[in-house]
T-cell receptor
């Protein structure tokens, strides 16, 4: 069953702790994205990767880190430097540019992180 | 960076009324995509527009891409309760950039 999987669905952490959110896809997509969603703020881009072993900062990268060692995996670490980490985190993937057109993005179910 | 603005932020309609959300970009877009997110869910792709002035329809949904490729709209005719959710437009710049979305509430 092809798709993009995020785990866990809910995550609780104490303030000051780093936490890593998992994102795995078996769609053979080159591009992967991490977004943060807060009420009324839409989807804000944290990091994105167009190819293995390469990634770029998005609009709100401060306090986050990523890695892209495998095509299938794009984990996001929320560090203690992130001032307001409580949010809904969404991972997405797409096959990138093809035939001059971009393809649709597929999203995971999301991880709701609560830091107390 | 590229900014994609969406209005209105919220819309509350009676079932059967029409609904429109508008998307505007500060720069020319190579394409525009529309997504729907149901409450508690994740965004799901609806459609992509690529050509200047393009119009596409999906049943009661009509999508338009402006002639200058800087704006787009989604129009829903005769809304139903199943249309409830947040509708996002997204444009490709260096990555896929989303607007803040329009949350639609439909009252029976």
């Amino acid at each position: 069953d092809g798709g993009i999987t995020q785990s866990p669905k809910y995550l609780f952490r104490k303030e000051g702790q780093n936490v890593t959110l998992s994102c795995e896809q078996n769609l053979n997509h080159d591009a992967m994205y991490w977004y943060r969603q807060d009420p009324g703020q839409g989807l804000r881009l944290i990091y994105y990767s167009q190819i293995v072993n390469d990634f770029q900062k998005g609009d709100i990268a401060e306090g986050y880190s990523v890695s892209r060692e495998k095509k299938e995996s794009f984990p996001l670490t929320v560090t203690s430097a992130q001032k307001n980490p409580t949010a809904f985190y969404l991972c997405a993937s797409s096959s990138g540019e093809g035939d001059g057109e971009y393809t649709e993005a597929f999203f995971g179910q999301g991880t709701r992180l609560t830091v107390v | 960076g590229q900014q994609v603005m969406q209005i209105p932020q919220y819309q509350h309609v009676q079932e059967g009324e029409d609904f429109t959300t508008y998307c505007n970009s500060s720069t020319t877009l190579s394409n525009i995509q529309w997504y729907k997110q149901r409450p508690g869910g994740h965004p799901v792709f609806l459609i992509q527009l690529v050509k200047s002035g393009e119009v596409k329809k999906q049943k009661r949904l009509t999508f338009q891409f402006g002639e200058a490729k800087k704006n787009s709209s989604l129009h829903i005719t005769a809304t139903q309760t199943t249309d409830v959710g947040t509708y996002f437009c997204a444009g490709h710049g260096y990555a896929l950039n989303f607007g803040k979305g329009t949350s639609l509430l439909v009252t029976p």
